[in-house]
Structure formats: structure tokens, C-alpha cells
């Protein structure tokens, strides 16, 4: 494997988890006043292209990282809608 | 151009624009307490790792959406740290 591409997998799995903690927060706290809606809708449609994306290359690491992101931000943008 | 190049540059484009409405909202209103610390950490993090895999392939559109990404993430990472 090289150099880049094991920086693209720590670069993967750090902007993926990175919406746990945002999740655990607005679920623990049932308020999410302070997150942007329109960050969530907007974010969501780009990472469903990104999906979209990886499939057409076959790109798995792509595919499963978005497949998780897209869980955790749909997750918050649920609360959202929720808790106002 | 590729179709899943076309995909690629829209998905980066939206889930770069994405924060800024979180950039927006946090400055307008003064205030950070539903936004995660830790979330924009792990994020900041990702996205530097992010932009060294767009430098060591010399993947320009990669590079700029992260630096444009990196910009957007700090700025709310220092609202955060301002307004608690």
C-alpha cells in the first residue's frame, strides 16, 4: 500500500468519526438548536453523490466510508427535525 | 470529462458549501453550545490529512476543496472556542 493512499484511509476514518461525537451531543442533550439544518440537507446530498461516486469506481473504502457518514449525519439531521 | 468525475466535483462542492450555513448561523447568533468540540477536532484533523493525499497526488480539485473546507471548519472551530 502506498504512502497516500494509507493517508487517505486515516484521512477517511477521521472525517467520518468525527460526526459521533456531534451525534452523541445532540442526542444526549435532546437539543439541536445550535446545528445548522441547511448544513445537514446540504451535506447529506454531497455525500450521496460521493456514494454515487465510489460506486461508479468501485472505490470501497469510498463506498463504505460514505455509507457510515451518511448514517451519522442523516442521525443528527433526524434530531434536528425532532428537537427543533 | 467523466460522468463520475462531474459526480466527484459536485459532491465535493456540496460538502464543502455545506458548512458554510454552520459558519453563518454560529456568527450570527453568537453562539456554539450545540455544536460539537470534539466533532471539528476530529474534522480539522481528517481534513489536513485530506489535503497531504490531494498534494502527494497532485489531485487539485482535492486540494482546493479542502483548503476552502480547513477555512470553513476553523472558522467554526473558533466560534466555538470564543463563545463556548
Redesign the interface.
Known amino acids: 500500500m502506498q504512502?497516500?493512499d494509507i493517508?487517505?484511509y486515516?484521512?477517511?476514518?477521521?472525517?467520518?468519526?468525527?460526526?459521533?461525537?456531534?451525534a452523541?451531543?445532540?442526542w444526549r442533550?435532546k437539543?439541536?438548536?445550535?446545528?445548522?439544518?441547511?448544513?445537514?440537507v446540504?451535506?447529506i446530498?454531497?455525500?450521496l453523490?460521493?456514494l454515487?461516486?465510489g460506486i461508479?469506481?468501485s472505490a470501497w473504502p469510498v463506498i463504505i466510508a460514505n455509507i457510515v457518514t451518511l448514517m451519522l449525519a442523516s442521525f443528527i439531521l433526524a434530531m434536528k427535525l425532532i428537537y427543533k
Request: glycine share 10%.
Open positions: 504512502t497516500s493517508i487517505g486515516i484521512a477517511a476514518v477521521l472525517t467520518t468519526t468525527a460526526f459521533v461525537p456531534q452523541w451531543m445532540t442533550c437539543r439541536a438548536e445550535g446545528v445548522s439544518l441547511s448544513m445537514y446540504i451535506f446530498g454531497g455525500i453523490m460521493w454515487t461516486y461508479l469506481l
